[in-house]
């Protein structure tokens, strides 16, 4: 059974620091991607990973996929305010679409 | 107007009740997704259809069931609402290529 599994769930950062959110899945998969979910709000797609060394940037994050690890990153570089939000990461097995996300990473950037 | 939305947006019902959840789309996606989220558990998913004839289950998807009407409209049924299936229910569709996923607004259900 496929299980993903994200640290940290709660991580605290004052601004213009680094921070890295790690995802860690338990079976082969060909996709992997990353959401932000405000308070209150639904769910939007920022990165969609679909190969073994994939890293892709927007602004302040930038997220990487290892397939032989099983493991993705979101870095955040500087933060800022804006980006306090919740992450999760997701992973579609291969030949699958059972979607499964994990816990979810609450980041707060305070001033 | 939102690409996809779902009604009703908030429901309070008892224990036994039946109650539909709806969703509509206009991204012409033909993949349909509803999931459920519960503090600290992330999202999980309960049923997916790829078209209007193909429906699969989820993770969790006892206690649920599925209507595919159209392509654009899928919705979620609670047969006999129980407590524990109070949650943040989120419908979404997806375009079959890269697969991310677009979401609606959220119903929020509390079962008393």
């Known amino acids: 059974e496929l299980k993903v599994e994200q640290n940290p769930l709660f991580l605290s950062m004052q601004e213009e620091k680094n921070y890295t959110i790690y995802c860690n899945y338990s079976?082969?998969?060909?996709?992997l991607y990353w959401y932000r979910q405000d308070p209150g709000k639904s769910l939007e797609s920022l990165f969609v990973l679909l190969s073994n060394g994939a890293v892709k940037q927007e602004g302040r994050l930038m997220a990487s996929l290892d397939t032989k690890a099983r493991l993705s990153t979101l870095h955040i570089t500087a933060a800022v305010h804006d980006l306090s939000a919740t992450y999760f990461c997701?992973?579609?097995?291969?030949?699958?679409?059972?979607?499964?996300f994990g816990a979810g990473t609450r980041l707060t950037v305070k001033p | 107007d939102a690409d996809v939305t779902q009604t009703p947006r908030n429901r309070i019902t008892k224990t036994g009740k039946r109650i539909m959840l709806e969703c509509s789309q206009t991204k012409g996606h033909d993949r349909m997704y509803w999931y459920r989220q519960d503090p600290g558990l992330g999202l999980r998913l309960i049923y997916y259809s790829f078209d209007v004839k193909d429906i699969n289950k989820g993770e969790i998807s006892d206690g649920y069931s599925v209507s595919r009407q159209a392509q654009a409209k899928f919705s979620l049924s609670l047969e006999s609402a129980i407590p524990n299936q109070t949650a943040l229910y989120f419908c979404a569709t997806s375009d079959g290529g890269e697969e991310t996923q677009y979401f609606g607004p959220g119903t929020r259900l509390l079962v008393l």
């Open positions: 079976t082969t998969s060909d996709r």
């Open positions: 997701a992973v579609s097995p291969y030949n699958n679409n059972d979607m499964r």
